[in-house]
């Protein structure tokens, strides 16, 4: 395998996979590369992510759900795709086990502005299957060595349904412990939910998390975007002090293919995560 | 500086078919084009310009990446050995050597570095060709308006241009230098030649195209400020079919797909060109696409060009070739574009 052409994929394994709801369209797949100097050279932050590829199927674009802090491995969290545009390879993945060996592009894109949101307070805010790249920050700044480097961590997160929560072993664990505040709501809960109901807006508002030495990062659906942007200008929050990652369409990921262009950046290389201040610089075209 | 006789460019094309691969202009059905020299008297420079651009040289219209076969393991997939050959790229126009520097910004000269762009880069020796500056500019043409001479030699290795029945070539690069020392066949140049050479270079600098002069920084402010005023692209991409042909034939395009293709148990992972003209473009798994209509996709396509590029990279991602405006079929003009923009 040529390591130094960005086109070429290196080939991983596929060492577990976690059904993550109740609708098994969302399965985090852990990989494992096969060569070590890949491995080596595949250094990431959150925030990251990487092309899966799988040949006579195509590649698609995955942010990286696991933390840099885990060693050995490399999880993605990857809905399968299809419900109106067919998803290839999402689908070949979906139908694959443990053991299935397919490529791997990257790490790819910019990350969560790490040095940026030491000694900050950090609001994290997700809804539905965008939490993926949010999980791999919270792991992160939860990690023993990392955690004196930032402030207060509050998660608020939110699904359509209990049943389509993701990682809910973890988030019960960060929920017992005492140096992470962790909201979980559900849109509306089934006879076993004993927890939060109410959409992601409302709950931030309830929250009201402080905007002082704070940032709020925040991944969702349009919608919940939408709605949950007005919240935090009204609690204060500048928009250098929200950040999010943007999707759009793309093929090589190392910003040449030109596909991604919004503006003067392409999101692959540029992006996937601005912050509000530098989103607004961009036309509207995404 | 050396010459020869224009009716001798076959000897000097058969050199340097000797020395490695030769692309240059050949006379087709539908018009010039470069192509891959297999018989050096296909060789003809009395074009105006090639129909498609010469950044197939560099930037193949199809480039295989790994070849595979289905079914098998990603380990048995064989990555496509990257070509390095020697390569001459002869009779290029200053416009289009022009281009080369714009793509090396974007494709090796800014982040992650293109492998393929680069190499081929590297391994060719490029042949820039005058226009003629006794006939006038073809109407389609705007490369004056960009700061382009019709006789700038840089960027080509090798610049040549016709005095008469002759051919003058001058090295520009010492790549250049050292290729023509090698050559047999040509003679030395007069003064008398090299102050021809010099009086058509300066000459070819005031030479004529549309008129009218634009400044990348105030073109791309007023495209920004243009971005959301949905009338004025409705009405510029009204005729526009989104065929995407000024996309392939333009040398700075560079949009390409990443795609899978299989037949009989036999794979090829390759890039293609793609283009931002076709609705597919950004069309997400998800169903969400951002660029649904003409509008803007036409808008994109323009905005990516004389904004986006000049911010990003600081020059515009155009040379005047005129490619776009001659090939389109229904007659939309990119600079006219421009020039209803800036009246806006």
Same mark, same amino acid.
């Given at each position: 395998?040529?390591?130094?052409?960005?086109?070429?994929?290196?080939?991983?394994?596929?060492?577990k996979?976690?059904?993550?709801?109740?609708t098994h369209?969302?399965?985090?797949?852990?990989?494992?590369?096969?060569?070590?100097?890949?491995?080596?050279?595949? &250094?990431?932050?959150?925030?990251?992510?990487a092309?899966?590829?799988?040949?006579? &199927?195509?590649?698609?674009?995955?942010?990286?759900?696991s933390?840099?802090?885990?060693?050995?491995?490399?999880?993605?969290?990857?809905?399968?795709?299809?419900?109106?545009?067919?998803?290839?390879?999402?689908?070949?993945?979906?139908?694959?086990?443990?053991?299935?060996?397919?490529?791997?592009?990257?790490?790819?894109?910019?990350?969560?502005?790490?040095?940026?949101?030491?000694?900050?307070?950090?609001?994290?805010?997700?809804?539905?299957?965008?939490?993926?790249?949010?999980?791999?920050?919270?792991?992160?700044?939860?990690? &023993?060595?990392?955690?004196?480097?930032?402030?207060?961590?509050?998660?608020?997160?939110?699904?359509?349904?209990?049943?389509?929560?993701?990682?809910?072993?973890?988030?019960?664990?960060?929920?017992?412990?005492?140096?992470?505040?962790?909201?979980?709501?559900?849109?509306?809960?089934?006879e076993?939910? &004993?927890?939060?109901?109410?959409?992601?807006?409302?709950?931030?508002k309830?929250?009201?998390?402080?905007?002082?030495?704070?940032?709020?990062?925040?991944?969702?659906?349009?919608?919940?975007?939408?709605?949950?942007?007005?919240?935090?200008?009204?609690?204060?929050?500048?928009?250098?002090?929200?950040?999010?990652?943007?999707?759009?369409?793309?093929?090589?990921?190392?910003?040449?293919?030109g596909?991604?262009?919004?503006?003067?950046?392409?999101?692959?290389?540029?992006?996937?995560?601005?912050?509000?201040?530098?989103?607004?610089?961009?036309?509207?075209?995404? | 500086?050396?010459?020869?006789?224009?009716?001798?460019? @076959?000897?000097?094309?058969?050199?340097?078919?000797?020395?490695?691969?030769?692309?240059?202009?050949?006379?087709?059905?539908?018009?010039?084009?470069?192509?891959?020299? *297999?018989?050096?008297?296909q060789?003809?420079?009395?074009f105006?310009?090639?129909?498609?651009?010469?950044? *197939?040289?560099?930037?193949?219209?199809?480039?295989?990446?790994?070849?595979?076969?289905?079914?098998?393991?990603?380990?048995?997939?064989?990555?496509?050995?990257?070509?390095?050959?020697?390569?001459f790229?002869?009779?290029?126009?200053?416009?289009?050597?022009? *281009?080369?520097?714009?793509?090396?910004?974007?494709?090796?000269?800014?982040?992650?570095?293109?492998?393929?762009?680069?190499?081929?880069?590297?391994?060719?020796?490029?042949?820039g060709?005058?226009?003629?500056?006794?006939?006038?500019?073809?109407?389609?043409?705007?490369?004056?308006?960009?700061?382009?001479?019709?006789?700038?030699?840089?960027?080509?290795?090798?610049?040549?241009?016709?005095?008469?029945?002759?051919?003058?070539?001058?090295?520009?690069?010492?790549?250049?230098?050292?290729?023509?020392?090698?050559?047999?066949?040509?003679?030395?140049a007069?003064?008398?030649?090299?102050?021809?050479?010099?009086?058509?270079?300066?000459?070819?600098? @005031?030479?004529?195209?549309?008129?009218?002069?634009?400044?990348?920084?105030?073109?791309?402010?007023k495209?920004?400020?243009?971005?959301?005023?949905?009338?004025?692209?409705?009405?510029?991409?009204?005729?526009?079919?989104?065929c995407?042909?000024?996309?392939?034939?333009?040398?700075?395009?560079?949009?390409?797909?990443?795609?899978?293709?299989?037949?009989?148990?036999?794979?090829?992972?390759?890039?293609?060109?793609?283009?931002?003209?076709?609705?597919?473009?950004?069309?997400?798994?998800?169903?969400?696409?951002?660029?649904?209509?003409?509008?803007?996709?036409?808008r994109?396509?323009?905005?990516?060009?004389?904004?986006?590029?000049?911010?990003?990279?600081?020059?515009?991602?155009?040379?005047g070739?005129?490619?776009?405006?001659?090939?389109?079929?229904?007659?939309?003009?990119?600079?006219?574009?421009v020039?209803?923009?800036?009246?806006?």
């Amino acid at each position: 395998m040529s390591s130094d052409n960005p086109y070429i994929p290196m080939p991983v394994e596929i060492i577990k996979i976690i059904d993550e709801v109740d609708t098994h369209d969302i399965k985090t797949f852990r990989f494992t590369f096969l060569n070590k100097a890949d491995e080596k050279k595949f &250094k990431y932050l959150p925030g990251q992510f990487a092309e899966l590829s799988i040949y006579g &199927k195509g590649e698609s674009p995955i942010g990286i759900a696991s933390s840099p802090t885990e060693q050995g491995y490399v999880e993605f969290t990857v809905q399968r795709a299809g419900a109106i545009v067919p998803g290839l390879v999402t689908a070949a993945l979906h139908d694959m086990d443990e053991g299935a060996k397919i490529g791997l592009r990257g790490p790819l894109g910019n990350s969560w502005p790490i040095e940026f949101l030491e000694k900050k307070n950090i609001v994290v805010v997700g809804g539905g299957f965008a939490f993926t790249t949010l999980r791999s920050l919270i792991n992160y700044m939860l990690y &023993k060595d990392n955690r004196s480097r930032f402030g207060d961590i509050t998660v608020i997160y939110g699904a359509r349904t209990p049943g389509l929560l993701l990682y809910k072993d973890e988030l019960a664990a960060w929920e017992k412990r005492d140096d992470i505040k962790t909201i979980i709501t559900v849109d509306k809960g089934d006879e076993n939910w &004993k927890g939060r109901e109410g959409f992601v807006p409302a709950v931030c508002k309830d929250a009201a998390p402080s905007p002082k030495n704070t940032v709020a990062v925040i991944c969702g659906p349009p919608v919940m975007i939408k709605f949950t942007l007005p919240v935090f200008f009204e609690l204060g929050f500048s928009k250098e002090n929200i950040l999010t990652s943007l999707e759009m369409r793309m093929k090589c990921g190392i910003g040449k293919c030109g596909r991604c262009n919004v503006g003067y950046k392409y999101v692959c290389s540029d992006g996937p995560v601005f912050s509000l201040a530098e989103l607004e610089e961009l036309p509207r075209d995404f | 500086m050396k010459k020869t006789a224009v009716q001798k460019i @076959s000897d000097l094309a058969a050199q340097l078919m000797q020395k490695g691969t030769l692309i240059a202009p050949v006379r087709e059905d539908a018009g010039f084009n470069f192509r891959e020299i *297999s018989d050096a008297g296909q060789v003809d420079l009395n074009f105006y310009n090639t129909l498609m651009s010469p950044k *197939s040289a560099f930037f193949p219209h199809m480039e295989d990446f790994v070849r595979y076969q289905t079914g098998k393991s990603v380990l048995d997939a064989v990555p496509v050995e990257i070509s390095i050959k020697p390569a001459f790229l002869f009779g290029v126009r200053p416009c289009d050597v022009k *281009s080369f520097e714009i793509m090396d910004i974007h494709f090796s000269g800014t982040g992650a570095v293109d492998p393929y762009w680069q190499k081929r880069r590297e391994a060719t020796t490029i042949f820039g060709y005058a226009f003629d500056l006794n006939t006038p500019a073809d109407g389609a043409d705007f490369y004056a308006t960009l700061g382009i001479g019709a006789a700038d030699p840089e960027g080509s290795d090798v610049f040549m241009m016709k005095k008469g029945d002759e051919l003058l070539l001058k090295a520009v690069t010492k790549k250049g230098e050292k290729l023509l020392a090698e050559m047999s066949g040509l003679t030395d140049a007069s003064p008398e030649d090299q102050k021809y050479f010099d009086e058509t270079v300066a000459t070819g600098r @005031s030479f004529k195209t549309r008129l009218t002069c634009v400044e990348a920084k105030s073109i791309a402010k007023k495209f920004e400020d243009l971005f959301h005023k949905t009338p004025f692209w409705e009405r510029i991409s009204d005729a526009c079919l989104s065929c995407g042909i000024c996309t392939f034939v333009c040398p700075t395009c560079y949009c390409f797909d990443i795609c899978d293709e299989t037949l009989f148990g036999q794979g090829t992972r390759r890039r293609v060109w793609d283009a931002c003209m076709f609705t597919d473009f950004t069309l997400e798994a998800s169903g969400h696409n951002p660029r649904t209509k003409v509008y803007q996709r036409l808008r994109q396509k323009v905005c990516h060009k004389y904004s986006y590029h000049v911010r990003k990279y600081g020059v515009i991602s155009c040379v005047g070739c005129g490619r776009c405006t001659r090939a389109c079929p229904v007659n939309i003009d990119i600079f006219s574009i421009v020039d209803q923009a800036m009246k806006e």
